[in-house]
């Protein structure tokens, strides 16, 4: 049985943050902060995962990226950045 997780990475140097999913966090992971060579988050490295949910399926997984990359999920990824 797949699982899939949606993630927020933060990073301190730049306070920017960004929230994905994926079937395999770890490398995942390791994509965002050394093997990619393109896209957004390369730009601000290093990144550390201040956040992690599990879900049974990706569209559940889909849907709550979605949904924290709106306005009250913007608000629950500010309140964990707050708390670090």
Do not use: V
């Given at each position: 049985m797949d699982e899939f997780v949606v993630y927020i990475l933060y990073s301190k140097q730049f306070h920017k943050n960004y929230t994905g999913y994926t079937s395999n966090l770890i490398e995942r992971?390791?994509?965002?902060n050394y093997y990619g060579t393109k896209g957004y988050t390369i730009k601000y490295r290093p990144w550390e995962v201040i956040h992690v949910e599990f879900f049974s399926s990706k569209?559940?997984?889909?849907?709550?990226?979605?949904?924290?990359?709106?306005?009250?999920?913007?608000?629950?990824?500010?309140?964990?950045?707050?708390?670090?």
């Open positions: 992971f390791k994509s965002h569209a559940e997984a889909l849907k709550r990226e979605k949904y924290l990359k709106m306005g009250a999920g913007r608000e629950f990824i500010k309140n964990i950045i707050s708390n670090l």
